[in-house]
C-alpha cells in the first residue's frame, strides 16, 4: 500500500519515468501501468532486474516494459556474484533487439564517493558498459552523498566520449525486422531510413513522433548520424533523455508534410546542427496530420 502511494504522489507531480523494483514477471508491470493508466498518466516504467525469478523471465519483462535497469548490487546478493557480468551482457543484448532503453547501475564508480578520482578498473567498468550497448550509465551514492558528485560525472563523462569516438562497433546495429509485428511497416521504413544513413553518409535523421516510437526505433539501429525528434508532446521531450542518441525539439506545426520537412531544416541549420551540403534522412507519416507511425523516408541536402 505504501508502494501504490509513493506511486501515486509520482504520478500526481508528472514524473517522467518510475522504477520498479525487484521486477520478476510481465504481470508485476502489468499491474503498475494499470494504476499509472487509471491515473490519466502516460508515465513510462523502468524494470529493475534484481532476481533470479527476474532473469528467467526476462523476455516477458522487456516486452511489456518501457526500459530495463540492469541493478548489479541487489541482483549481485540474489544471484552469485560472477554471474553478473554475463547477466548484464545478457540483458543489454535483448534490450537492443527489442528497442528498449537500457540502463546499468550501482557502484560504477563507487570509490568517487569520498575519492577525487575513479579507480582504473571503474573506469574499465564504465566503459564496458558502453561497449555492452547500454544507453545509459547511472550513479547512485557517488552523487546522492558523495564528497566530489561534479567530478564523478566529468569522469563518467571522459570515459564514454573516449569509447565512443574509437569503437566503430557501436554503430549501424541491424537487427532484423519482425514481420509478424503489428508494426512492420514502420519499422521497416525506420530501419530502412537507418540504412539510408549509413549509405548516404548523412549527418542527421529525424523524425516526427507524438508517443515516441519513431525515437525508439531509430535508436535501436545506432546510427552514426545524429538522431533528432520533434513532438507536439513537451512531456516526451524529457522522457527522450533516456533514449540513446536522441535529441528532441519541440514542435507543433504539423500542417504539411513538405511544410514540416522544410521547418525541421530550417531550425537545425539556424542551431548549426546541419551545415550546407549535409545529407539528412527524414521519417514521416503521410498524411502527416493523421499522426501515425512513420510510412515515409525522404533524403535531403541542406
Same mark, same amino acid.
Given at each position: ?5 509513493? @506511486? ?9 519515468? $518510475?522504477? @520498479?523494483?525487484?521486477?520478476? =514477471? %510481465?504481470?508485476? #508491470? &502489468? ?17 529493475? #532486474?534484481?532476481?533470479?525469478?527476474? @532473469? +528467467? ?18 541482483? /549481485? ?6 554471474? $553478473? ?13 527489442? /528497442?528498449?532503453?537500457?540502463?546499468? %547501475? ?6 568517487? #564517493? ?5 579507480? =582504473?578498473?571503474? !573506469? ?29 560525472? &566529468? ?10 569516438? *574509437? ?18 511497416? %514502420? ?16 549527418? $542527421? ?19 552514426? %548520424? ?7 508532446? *513537451?512531456?516526451?521531450? !524529457? ?7 536522441? &535529441?528532441?525539439?519541440?514542435?507543433? =506545426? ?14 537545425? !541549420?539556424?542551431?548549426?546542427? @546541419? ?17 501515425? +507511425? ?9
Amino acid at each position: 500500500e505504501k508502494d501504490i502511494e509513493d @506511486l501515486k504522489f509520482g504520478l500526481e507531480h508528472d514524473v517522467d519515468w $518510475v522504477a @520498479l523494483s525487484f521486477a520478476r =514477471r %510481465a504481470e508485476d #508491470i &502489468r499491474f503498475i501501468k494499470n494504476i499509472i493508466a487509471e491515473s490519466g498518466k502516460t508515465t513510462r516504467v523502468v524494470a529493475k #532486474i534484481e532476481t533470479p525469478d527476474g @532473469l +528467467r523471465n526476462i523476455d516477458e519483462i522487456i516486452a511489456l516494459t518501457d526500459a530495463v535497469m540492469v541493478a548489479r548490487g541487489d541482483l /549481485g546478493v540474489e544471484v552469485k556474484m560472477e554471474e $553478473v557480468p554475463m547477466a548484464q551482457k545478457m540483458i543489454i543484448e535483448k534490450c537492443n533487439k527489442a /528497442g528498449k532503453p537500457v540502463i546499468v %547501475a550501482t557502484q560504477m564508480m563507487e570509490s568517487m #564517493i569520498t575519492a577525487p578520482r575513479p579507480t =582504473r578498473a571503474e !573506469t574499465s567498468d564504465v566503459a564496458n558498459a558502453v561497449i555492452d550497448g547500454a544507453d545509459a550509465v547511472m550513479l547512485s551514492a557517488e552523487t546522492a552523498v558523495g564528497a566530489y558528485p561534479a567530478e564523478v560525472i &566529468r569522469s563518467m563523462v571522459a570515459t564514454i566520449k573516449s569509447v565512443e569516438s *574509437r569503437s566503430p562497433k557501436l554503430f549501424n546495429k541491424w537487427w532484423p525486422v519482425d514481420p509478424s509485428s503489428t508494426s512492420f511497416m %514502420a519499422d521497416s521504413v525506420l530501419s530502412a531510413a537507418c540504412h539510408l544513413a549509413k549509405n548516404t553518409g548523412a549527418k $542527421v535523421i529525424t523524425g516526427m513522433t507524438h508517443r515516441g516510437y519513431t525515437a525508439f526505433q531509430i535508436s535501436k539501429y545506432r546510427p552514426k %548520424a545524429d538522431i533528432f525528434i520533434f513532438t507536439d508532446d *513537451r512531456a516526451l521531450l !524529457t522522457v527522450l533523455s533516456l533514449v540513446w542518441g536522441v &535529441r528532441s525539439f519541440y514542435y507543433d =506545426r504539423f500542417n504539411s508534410t513538405d511544410s514540416t520537412i522544410a521547418d525541421i531544416r530550417y531550425v537545425l !541549420t539556424t542551431t548549426g546542427h @546541419l551545415q550546407k551540403g549535409d545529407v539528412f534522412i527524414n521519417t514521416a507519416t503521410l498524411p502527416i496530420t493523421d499522426k501515425g +507511425r512513420a510510412n515515409m523516408v525522404k533524403v535531403s541536402v541542406a
